[in-house]
């Protein structure tokens, strides 16, 4: 018995050995720019980095080292280096796990370099660059110049009713925005693609949580998730390495309460029951109860009588200095407590004593290279236009704006010099571009037709076969040609002599017009009498004519985000003006097609357009010359990027008909047909303005 004992003991220091076999030795906190560098220092190297995850609410990273004891001696570190607070280290099952309290939600990074672990915070709100012991960039192993997709989003209840959508991100460095907007939670997934399959509205009404929709769509160059739930709610969002889990849970409702849910609240719970208590002690309870540190003034005196039932502790602190007028400042976790009046006449005199501290600070000079703005641009910002209500600068500060070189150089104090030094890097930037695309579209159908006819008599007596060089033979009656003057008329033809003679004359002439320069066809019959010296002439001309066309202009320009840009070509037309002394004076007009327009991105990837588009043409001429003929279409329009719209259409038809006719013969039925022309026109014209937006990036080449 004692020998399995003595076994069952080894074996246990055995596998605490194991457990021990690695071991936290130190960690050092440091300031790198806007990120926070952590480095851990381990007695034996590693392999790879520690599995981590990290949460919103409360912003906290967390990091797991398996097998490794803490050898730090210490449980809690203070760190207060940018948005790092403290450092918690806790030790159980034969691992310890370091914990980031943060003041608000960043994304990290790690690093392994032998026994040491680099932790990255990006302080910027970005992605994080891992970096080495030495403070530089890790490069990383394989690159990728592709946007990476989100993998899967899938909706959970949870067992006590809360609702949890977990997204399966690309890697763990895509940073993530968890934000409450109203009655909905945004989350913004920045710098990555969205497959189709997910590009969808998700209704989880009937899981039985508060939310209802999860609706999920690319917006601009990022991906933005709208979740949307109902009655009384809170969330709270944390990650697990590539895994994001964002928790709506329900308030219950309480039919005690005067109100419901927490209103901002998020406080551990009590209740207050007190007559005639001074506020000192209410204030000490408090402090007690939440672990905070309160400081009150001295002034901070009477008493009250409270009765409050199951309140969040912040809230009955808000309720107690209302009622007293009191108000705080907070500092850490150090609460001090004073009469409002007090708080601002404190401040007041802080910013007095911080005014002339400034008036007596000493002064610097420094020099901001501009690449993309012109520095007259910052003639506003600097007052230069005698505007007092545009100075960044102080009351001692100067500008100098070198046009040559691009340059500000501004002698200002050293907070001043920080101000604009961060306001030329929001504004100096490089603007986005846009090729405008715009296809002007004339299409016509013209149909025109019209009908004539010509009748002539002549009169042949005292003309011999012979002499005329054409005999008509036998019983012939009917003869056709190309016209009734070819009757008769033939080459080689004897002139009559006959006084008896009587030459072809027409009795109606009413022929076919021509049209765009088109003579028409005829047909010609002539009637002949049995003797042959008599007859009738009758030419029947008609012209249709059938055209389809269409002209199609295509402008193009680039230009900026919000600067106008115009293209044009045409032709300018002289035209004459009277003077006052009586003479003309040549003037120029022009006839072109033209393209303005504004673009502006939108937040969300599109594009409004300020378009305005002429498209004139050469009309007829006149005595002052000639007329333009104008066509224009002026509208502002929001498109999406690559989309097309079209802006406008002018459509229109012109229908005539013509009737020339002899009077009473020309109503004559049937036969009225011979002592008319008749004409048609149908013409259909049509104008259609299409543009096409498409933002430039520096993947999109223009051909």
Not at 168 to 180: G, I, K, M, S, Y
Not at 537 to 553: F, Q, Y
Request: hydrophobic share 40%; net charge neutral.
């Amino acid at each position: 018995m004692l020998t399995k004992l003595f076994i069952l003991s080894l074996l246990t220091c055995c596998q605490f050995a194991l457990a021990q076999s690695n071991s936290i030795e130190s960690i050092v906190a440091n300031q790198q720019g806007v990120n926070t560098i952590v480095k851990v220092s381990l007695k034996k190297p590693i392999v790879k980095s520690p599995i981590g995850f990290s949460i919103t609410n409360p912003a906290r990273i967390a990091l797991d080292f398996s097998d490794t004891a803490n050898s730090t001696g210490k449980s809690a570190i203070d760190v207060n280096i940018g948005e790092l607070r403290s450092i918690n280290l806790v030790e159980a099952g034969g691992r310890s796990r370091l914990v980031f309290n943060m003041n608000k939600s960043l994304n990290y990074a790690t690093s392994v370099e032998g026994n040491f672990v680099i932790i990255t915070i990006d302080g910027s709100g970005g992605v994080a660059t891992p970096v080495n012991s030495m403070g530089l960039p890790v490069i990383p192993t394989a690159t990728t110049t592709s946007k990476q997709n989100l993998r899967d989003i899938d909706f959970r209840r949870g067992v006590n009713g809360e609702g949890r959508i977990v997204v399966d991100l690309p890697n763990n460095q895509v940073a993530v925005d968890v934000r409450q907007q109203g009655q909905k939670i945004v989350v913004d997934f920045m710098k990555v693609g969205l497959p189709d399959i997910l590009r969808k509205r998700l209704d989880v009404a009937d899981f039985g949580s508060p939310v209802q929709t999860v609706t999920t769509g690319l917006f601009g160059e990022n991906v933005r998730m709208t979740i949307e739930p109902k009655g009384l709610w809170e969330h709270s969002a944390y990650q697990s390495d590539t895994q994001l889990v964002i928790e709506v849970k329900p308030i219950k409702e309480d039919l005690n309460k005067l109100t419901q849910g927490t209103q901002g609240y998020r406080g551990e719970r009590l209740s207050f029951n007190f007559q005639n208590i001074e506020v000192r002690a209410l204030l000490q309870i408090i402090a007690e109860f939440s672990g905070l540190n309160i400081i009150a003034s001295d002034t901070v005196t009477g008493s009250s009588t409270l009765r409050l039932k199951d309140v969040p502790w912040d809230q009955a602190l808000d309720i107690i200095m209302q009622s007293k007028g009191l108000d705080m400042r907070k500092n850490g976790t150090v609460l001090w407590i004073a009469p409002k009046d007090e708080l601002l006449t404190k401040e007041k005199l802080e910013l007095e004593q911080k005014a002339q501290i400034a008036d007596l600070e000493p002064l610097k000079t420094e020099a901001f290279q501009l690449n993309y703005q012109k520095a007259e641009a910052f003639k506003l910002v600097f007052g230069s236009d005698g505007s007092s209500t545009n100075r960044i600068l102080s009351k001692r500060g100067s500008a100098v704006i070198e046009p040559r070189t691009n340059q500000l150089f501004v002698t200002d104090v050293a907070s001043k010099l920080e101000e604009i030094r961060k306001l030329i890097q929001k504004t100096d930037v490089a603007s986005k571009q846009v090729l405008i695309e715009a296809r002007i579209v004339e299409a016509d159908d013209k149909f025109s037709k019209n009908l004539g006819a010509k009748l002539g008599f002549a009169d042949m007596r005292g003309l011999s076969g012979g002499d005329a060089g054409y005999q008509l033979s036998g019983n012939q009656r009917v003869a056709l040609t190309g016209n009734y003057l070819g009757v008769g008329e033939q080459t080689g033809q004897a002139k009559p002599t006959d006084s008896s003679y009587i030459p072809n004359t027409q009795f109606v002439s009413l022929p076919a017009s021509g049209i765009n320069g088109l003579n028409p066809g005829s047909l010609a019959v002539s009637l002949f009498s049995s003797a042959a010296n008599r007859f009738l002439n009758l030419e029947l001309s008609a012209l249709e004519a059938d055209g389809k066309g269409k002209i199609i202009s295509s402008p193009r320009v680039v230009t900026a985000d919000q600067l106008k840009a115009s293209i044009e070509q045409g032709t300018e037309l002289p035209y004459q003006v009277a003077t006052s002394s009586g003479a003309t004076s040549i003037f120029f007009r022009k006839a072109s097609l033209r393209l303005e327009v504004t673009p502006q991105i939108t937040p969300d990837g599109n594009v409004i357009l300020d378009v305005d588009v002429h498209k004139d043409s050469v009309g007829v001429e006149t005595r002052a010359g000639y007329a333009i003929d104008t066509k224009e279409v002026k509208t502002m329009v929001l498109v999406e990027n690559g989309g097309t719209v079209v802006l406008g259409g002018i459509f229109q038809q012109n229908e005539r008909d013509s009737v020339t006719k002899i009077p009473f013969f020309g109503d004559i039925p049937l036969f009225g047909n011979l002592f008319k022309t008749t004409g048609r026109t149908n013409d259909k014209t049509e104008l259609l303005v299409f543009i096409t937006p498409k933002i430039i990036t520096d993947r999109l080449t223009t051909k």
